[in-house]
């Protein structure tokens, strides 16, 4: 499957943006899919994730309750929308999937095959 990312750009603290992520190739209607992100010099880490029925949703600690993790099967697409944002929000934000279920609710980079180019989001202060 490949996944396209997108709405990302420049807000101010407080503010708020959605990304979505749109998938080709096949339909992600059994993939769980995930957010990740990777701000300059660290490393990619884990935003959220949903699970393939959209039923369970699982998000890092640093962006529980200001971020929500979507998905419409029909449409191929996932979202990230994203409240309240903070300057240390500011990464390159990632899409990702994998076929089936992922075995825990702080998936890493190694449990997703499947990544499409990020889109930049930049918070000022």
């Known amino acids: 499957v490949q996944l396209q990312a997108s709405g990302g750009g420049l807000v101010q603290a407080g503010g708020s943006l959605r990304l979505s992520c749109v998938a080709s190739?096949?339909?992600?209607?059994?993939?769980?899919m995930a957010w990740f992100r990777q701000a300059p010099g660290k490393e990619r880490e884990f935003v959220a994730t949903?699970?393939?029925?959209?039923?369970?949703?699982y998000y890092a600690d640093s962006v529980k309750g200001r971020f929500t993790i979507s998905r419409d099967n029909v449409k191929n697409t996932i979202h990230l929308q994203m409240n309240d944002l903070k300057p240390e929000d500011t990464a390159v934000y990632y899409c990702?999937?994998?076929?089936?279920?992922?075995?825990?609710?702080?998936?890493?980079?190694?449990?997703?095959?499947?990544w499409g180019r990020g889109t930049l989001v930049t918070v000022s202060s």
């Open positions: 949903i699970i393939w029925s959209g039923s369970s949703s």
């Open positions: 990702a999937g994998e076929l089936g279920a992922i075995a825990t609710s702080r998936p890493t980079v190694a449990d997703f095959g499947s």
């Open positions: 190739g096949r339909a992600i209607t059994h993939y769980a």
